[in-house]
């Protein structure tokens, strides 16, 4: 802002000033009323319509994906999509910390006089990437998978073994296909390198920190198997699911 700009814009502010109206009490007894329309409003739905309540609570669940609500969905995203753990915290807590001191701090950096959207290319650009951005985020959050659910195709008869799989919480731990964790090594092609025998050993007498699965193989014996048979079935040649259909129906005839 230049000197000339100053003047014409205190000139302006002082005579707004002289025709305007005082904050308190005009713009207050505004503020004040819609607030109490809007709380009267949200009393009078709650009373009529009454509060949704969700199904109990299940503390025994293990298929329960937890997700956090719509307006939270573009940081979960972001926490998804961002894999390497180093970087987890930069992207949950860093990049909005940030964005956020910007937009705080805006009125000491922005010192244009200018008001008009199309004179203020830089603020409307910002504004415009981040509800972009933001949208953006919040629809793929809105799409994306539970993070308990393996998203590979594999044959019909491995989908159970799939399913507990996934359940057990392997992927906290393990990455199979594109979803889970790198904590333990990767079981996308596992089967090439280990055979029934060796994962079902790794499951009973695992090493730290990997938990052994010797209550599953105990109370579920057919689930572990279902298991066992999914991840050895994990190989660079995946039989394609279309070509594997006979094999299926060969063994649901056989039950
Ligand atoms: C708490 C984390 C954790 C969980 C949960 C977990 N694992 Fe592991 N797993 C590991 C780690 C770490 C290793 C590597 C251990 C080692 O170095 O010997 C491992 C090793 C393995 C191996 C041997 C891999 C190899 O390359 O030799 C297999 C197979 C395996 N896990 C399967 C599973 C399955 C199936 C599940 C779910 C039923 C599971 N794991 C759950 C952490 C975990």
């Given at each position: ?6 003047e ?5 502010y ?8 005082p904050f308190f009490?005009?713009?207050v007894?505004?503020?004040?009323a ?6 009267g409003?949200?009393?009078?739905m709650?009373v009529?319509l009454?509060?949704?309540?969700g199904p109990?609570?299940d ?8 997700r956090p609500e719509?307006y939270?969905f ?5 926490l998804r ?8 915290f930069?992207a ?15 009125p ?10 199309l ?6 650009i910002g504004?415009v990437a ?11 959050g809105?799409?994306a998978?539970s993070?308990?659910v393996i ?5 019909p008869?491995y ?12 992927l ?12 333990g090594p990767n079981l996308?092609h596992i089967?090439?390198?280990l055979?029934?025998?060796a ?5 009973l007498?695992?090493?730290a920190?990997?938990p052994?699965y010797?209550?599953?193989?105990e109370?579920?014996?057919?689930q572990?198997e279902?298991?066992?048979g999914?991840?050895a079935?994990?190989k ?8 594997s259909?006979p094999?299926?129906q ?6």
């Amino acid at each position: 802002m230049n000197a000339r700009e100053k003047e014409e814009y205190l000139r302006e502010y002082s005579i707004l000033k002289t025709q305007g109206k005082p904050f308190f009490p005009y713009a207050v007894f505004k503020d004040t009323a819609m607030a109490a329309i809007t709380l009267g409003v949200i009393i009078l739905m709650a009373v009529l319509l009454g509060a949704e309540l969700g199904p109990k609570a299940d503390p025994t669940t293990t298929t329960y994906s937890p997700r956090p609500e719509w307006y939270f969905f573009f940081l979960f995203e972001l926490l998804r999509v961002v894999k390497p753990p180093e970087l987890v915290f930069m992207a949950t807590l860093g990049i909005p910390t940030i964005w956020l001191m910007m937009l705080l701090l805006l009125p000491f950096y922005d010192l244009g006089p200018e008001r008009h959207p199309l004179k203020r290319p830089i603020a409307m650009i910002g504004a415009v990437a981040t509800v972009v951005g933001m949208a953006y985020l919040t629809i793929l959050g809105a799409v994306a998978g539970s993070p308990a659910v393996i998203e590979l195709e594999v044959a019909p008869r491995y989908e159970e073994g799939k399913l507990v799989t996934a359940s057990q919480g392997c992927l906290g731990c393990h990455k199979i296909g594109e979803s889970g964790n790198t904590l333990g090594p990767n079981l996308t092609h596992i089967g090439d390198r280990l055979g029934r025998d060796a994962i079902v050993r790794t499951l009973l007498n695992p090493t730290a920190p990997m938990p052994p699965y010797v209550d599953l193989q105990e109370e579920s014996p057919e689930q572990f198997e279902q298991l066992v048979g999914f991840v050895a079935s994990l190989k660079e040649e995946m039989p394609p699911p279309e070509e594997s259909e006979p094999a299926e129906q060969a063994s649901a005839e056989q039950k």
